[in-house]
């Protein structure tokens, strides 16, 4: 039978605000445990959450950038379980009203085809604190320096159908709450994670199977890695005749397997109801108007602008845009480079994100700065330097040998134009090498290529190769 | 409505009451006395009525996102029962 695999993924996105959600408390990350939780994120009697304002924000920027509604009057609610690093024995969350709803992001696939995926809404919600089991005999300790940071779940419609669309998807959410600069997206610290509900399908049917949840995927490899797993296994189930049960599992990277994971799913009863202790936030359409003043130019936008503006393929400008950091850069080196866009995508998405990614670094500790790189660039366009030559030049600014002017002139790699240097050398080439001339002069004219190695080696590189290529026809 | 001595379980459970099962005849009838008292609503039309989500006609003050919460951990913990390491420790819960 052909099946067909159906995903959905909540997204909890950690937002950045200094303060928890509904206390005073600090959310750096990193600080020694329980010296920031608070009376109110310990749960103590007596205490009650104030919400804060910045993550309301927050949350509508997301809503705006998605094309959600932004509900104007939402509700708290409680969702009730019992674990050691939740204190209050519930979490505050958003259930029936949640602050917006009902968007849509756009992804790009492999083929180049764009694909609508859903956004059925975004909540609000407090996080809990964190269990560690390790280091300990028969007790695990709490650090609730976690409990109560505000967290946006990000839920999406099962408009999924591939692992590989699961993961555009989750890079695309990544990609928006960066540029909307409501979460620093570190994967590894917790701050951006998702759970995927898989299920299958007989192609052509309409009903959902019966779904399992992935719980606590926090890389884009893990996400790809466990729903293909999960996929296989359901098919496996499903064609020898078993059935799918409805089930929280968990991702082991070690084995590459998901596994189900039982304590918790005999509690999947959660018994919302309307927090008490929190009023209905309301949100007026002046508020939202000021909000979306205040929205920078999204990822599609800017692509869109890299292709009409600079000329850029698609790829390439989606490649350039998918980090904010990143689009920002590029179009630094376009400005300094007097306009080559062209050139100046090559040489970020080539030699500057190689070497980034050979030392580790990110795009905002560059060595070479976009002035440096476009500096650089314009050397290549006027014809100081080739582009063999620059890839010697910009190692050098890496290393911190200054800039491109400085460079070349220290080295000395100032391109040799002069016609008369250049045909001496090709005089000398052709001395050198009579049997390939003979060949060459009898029709094999892929030698050309030989004469021109041999005369830019002559020139260490340093002659222009075009006026080479012209010089050694004639003279051939 | 009316509860059966394994709803009543079931929400014990949930709520982790331990529950005398001798007792649980005379739960299941107090609980769902009670389901029936409210019952009684269902009679009214409430069709364009808005769900109330707080009994205050009022809406959620905001405060601003600072830091305004010291660290108090040392007095928090003195009423632990238990601490290690600046960590709360409690009965080993992983499965």
């Known amino acids: 039978m052909e099946w067909e695999t159906v995903i959905g993924l909540e997204i909890h996105a950690q937002l950045a605000t200094r303060s928890k959600i509904f206390s005073g408390a600090s959310t750096a990350y990193g600080a020694a445990p329980n010296t920031q939780a608070c009376a109110v994120d310990l749960g103590l009697p007596g205490v009650l959450p104030v919400l804060n304002a910045e993550a309301v924000n927050m949350a509508v920027r997301f809503g705006l950038a998605t094309g959600c509604t932004i509900a104007p009057r939402s509700v708290f609610a409680r969702k009730n379980y019992f674990y050691p690093d939740l204190p209050k024995g519930y979490q505050i969350s958003q259930y029936e009203l949640p602050v917006v709803y009902e968007g849509e992001v756009l992804i790009e696939l492999d083929d180049g085809e764009t694909m609508r995926v859903g956004v059925t809404r975004a909540h609000l919600e407090e996080d809990a604190g964190k269990s560690l089991h390790e280091g300990f005999q028969g007790v695990t300790g709490i650090d609730l320096n976690r409990a109560g940071t505000p967290l946006l779940e990000i839920v999406s419609e099962p408009d999924l159908r591939s692992a590989k669309q699961a993961v555009a998807y989750m890079k695309k959410i990544h990609s928006l709450v960066r540029y909307l600069e409501i979460c620093d997206g570190n994967m590894q610290e917790g701050s951006f994670r998702c759970d995927a509900n898989v299920s299958m399908r007989p192609k052509g049917q309409a009903e959902f199977g019966t779904r399992a949840e992935i719980k606590n995927l926090n890389s884009f490899r893990f996400v790809e890695k466990a729903i293909n797993y999960e996929v296989e296994r359901q098919i496996d189930l499903l064609e020898s005749g078993g059935t799918v049960v409805q089930e929280t599992r968990l991702y082991d990277s070690v084995k590459g397997e998901t596994r189900s994971m039982r304590t918790k799913e005999e509690a999947n009863d959660y018994r919302y109801f309307p927090d008490p202790d929190l009023l209905p936030l309301e949100i007026t359409a002046d508020e939202i108007e000021q909000i979306r003043a205040t929205l920078p130019e999204l990822p599609d936008a800017k692509k869109a602008r890299f292709v009409s503006d600079f000329g850029l393929s698609p790829y390439d400008a989606a490649v350039l845009t998918a980090g904010r950091d990143l689009a920002d850069y590029f179009e630094a080196v376009v400005e300094a480079a007097d306009g080559e866009a062209k050139l100046a995508a090559n040489w970020v998405m080539g030699d500057l994100s190689g070497a980034l990614n050979r030392d580790g670094r990110e795009i905002g500790d560059s060595p070479v700065s976009p002035q440096m790189l476009g500096g650089m660039l314009k050397r290549i366009s006027d014809n100081t330097i080739s582009g063999k030559i620059a890839k010697d030049v910009f190692e050098a600014m890496w290393n911190g040998e200054g800039d491109a002017d400085a460079v070349i002139e220290a080295k000395g790699l100032q391109q040799v134009t002069d016609t008369g240097a250049i045909e001496a050398m090709i005089d000398e080439v052709i001395a050198a090498n009579p049997g390939q001339v003979e060949q060459y002069r009898g029709g094999k004219d892929k030698l050309l290529g030989f004469f021109v190695g041999q005369v830019m080696k002559a020139s260490k590189g340093k002659a222009n190769p075009a006026q080479v290529n012209e010089m050694l026809k004639k003279k051939l | ?95």
């Not at chain 2, 039309?45 to 305004?68: G, I, K, N, Y």
Request: no cysteine; proline share 6%; charged share 25%.
């Open chain 2, 1 to 95: 409505m009316s509860l059966k001595e394994s709803d009543v379980q079931q929400i014990a459970h949930l709520a982790r009451l331990a529950v005398d099962q001798d007792r649980l005849p005379e739960h299941a009838r107090n609980l769902s006395a009670i389901l029936d008292f409210v019952e009684a609503m269902s009679a009214v039309d409430t069709a364009a009525v808005e769900p109330l989500a707080h009994p205050l006609e009022m809406s959620q003050r905001l405060r601003p996102d600072q830091v305004s919460e010291e660290d108090q951990r040392e007095l928090f913990q003195s009423i632990a029962p238990a601490v290690e390491e600046g960590l709360y420790l409690v009965p080993r819960v992983i499965e």
